[in-house]
């Protein structure tokens, strides 16, 4: 499993690509911890809840 140091270095050597980072697993397990994290560590990222995203797709 890679660390938040090492994920927010892979997305910013992508350089001006837009990336999109998907987060799952169990209940309990961390998730938006680690979205909160990755959002504060890369200023112009943008943190989506997954029932906000499945709202707007099957709407």
Known sequence: M???PQIVAAVE???GER???GISGF???GKSTLARSL???L???ARIRGDELTA????
């Not at 707007?56 to 709407?59: A, I, L, Q, T």
Request: aromatic share 0%; charged share 0%; glycine share 10%.
């Open 2 to 4: 890679a660390s938040i």
């Open 13 to 15: 050597a992508l350089s």
């Open 19 to 21: 990336v999109v980072v």
């Open 27 to 29: 209940g309990g397990s």
């Open 39 to 41: 959002a504060a560590s």
């Open 43 to 45: 200023p112009s990222s």
């Open 56 to 59: 707007v797709v099957s709407s």
